[in-house]
């Protein structure tokens, strides 16, 4: 089998990283463009009824943002890898590495800071209670994680006494109560009483324990995070690994198109600074971006190489010499009967005297 160093200085490597580099370029920035879609849908709808402001509230916000990201980066990608463009590459690599590197940071930063995330949380889900009815978006989501993981509120079920409907000194139906969405579930299937959570807010916990489910969704997803951390880092795994494997097609095949530039045998934008003319060049395979290597290189052998046989420096010359007149052959052949060697035997000669 032959090692990496062979490997990588062949067209089958060089055609399979660069289409392999295009594919996953390609996909990504079709999420990336199927999520900025669904995100400004989502966001004509939200200002129809436009109430909240923060990042963590407005889910269109963020599917927006990530579209844009994801399409952008990955058009850059895409096309760098299709044009062999070193700098398209090089910029294309180092934002991965920086979303990578940032991603990583938070998650760190989560972690050692766990009472400050939580708490900046807390503010932002209490912020999205007070225009619970008002903005479908976070009503969908929030309604979600409370039946998923068996939870009520933010930090606690108490937090949704700042909805203007649910704090105990109102007069509807709502007033001093909870979401359905926050109620026990005691069997499967049952139909849900919409005001099951009447007059909870104002009850202490010890005793609400059968009626809604008294823990905040912070800590829920906490726990259910620590208790399968298997399917945590699977998702951590899934959401990093993609940006790695970009990175490792990016790094080889932008090194592979730097060694391209560098050799004197590629057909490369450097051959116009050099002694050689492209209509000198027999191009055939080199491609349309006119950069695609080839066994054996496009340059001519110079026929000053020397290493080159005397007989094929002989040929060379002959070839480049205009045809020759019956006079000047047959002075050739009376100069040969005089020194009893041809050409090629005096080149020999000279190449064992130095």
């Not at 062999?84 to 979303?99: G, I, Q, R, S, W």
């Not at 007149?325 to 100069?335: A, I, K, P």
Request: hydrophobic letters at 40%; glycine letters at 8%.
């Amino acid at each position: 089998m032959p090692s990496y160093s062979e490997l990588r200085k062949t067209n089958h490597f060089y055609y399979f990283i660069k289409f392999t580099l295009n594919v996953y370029s390609m996909l990504f920035s079709l999420m990336g463009l199927c999520v900025l879609c669904v995100g400004v849908y989502a966001e004509v709808e939200r200002q129809k009824n436009r109430t909240l402001e923060g990042l963590f509230l407005a889910p269109a916000v963020v599917l927006i943002l990530l579209g844009l990201v994801m399409f952008t980066v990955s058009v850059v990608g895409m096309v760098g890898s299709l044009r062999d463009n070193k700098t398209l590459l090089h910029m294309f690599l180092c934002v991965l590495c920086v979303l990578l590197l940032l991603q990583a940071i938070a998650l760190t930063a989560a972690l050692i800071f766990e009472k400050k995330t939580s708490a900046l949380f807390q503010s932002s889900i209490r912020e999205g209670i007070k225009h619970y009815y008002d903005d479908l978006d976070f009503k969908n989501i929030l309604d979600y994680v409370q039946q998923k993981f068996s939870c009520c509120g933010g930090d606690e079920y108490k937090d949704w006494g700042v909805n203007q409907y649910h704090f105990c000194n109102g007069t509807g139906p709502l007033a001093c109560g909870v979401p359905y969405t926050c109620c026990v579930q005691r069997k499967v299937g049952e139909v849900i009483n919409t005001l099951c959570g009447y007059k909870t807010l104002d009850q202490e916990r010890e005793t609400l324990h059968e009626l809604i489910h008294v823990r905040g969704c912070i800590h829920a997803v906490n726990l259910w995070m620590s208790d399968n951390i298997g399917i945590t880092i699977a998702l951590c795994c899934a959401i990093g690994l993609p940006q790695l494997l970009g990175i490792i097609l990016s790094c080889v095949f932008w090194n592979l198109l730097v060694d391209m530039s560098e050799s004197a045998d590629m057909v490369d934008f450097r051959l116009k600074k050099s002694e050689f003319e492209y209509s000198e060049l027999d191009l055939a395979g080199a491609g349309w971006c006119m950069c695609l290597p080839r066994d054996g290189g496009y340059l001519p052998v110079p026929a000053s190489e020397p290493e080159l046989d005397p007989i094929d420096v002989h040929l060379e010359k002959l070839k480049k010499q205009p045809p020759r007149t019956h006079s000047q052959l047959r002075e050739m052949q009376q100069s040969r009967s005089a020194t009893g060697l041809d050409e090629v035997d005096v080149g020999r000669k000279q190449k064992r005297e130095h």
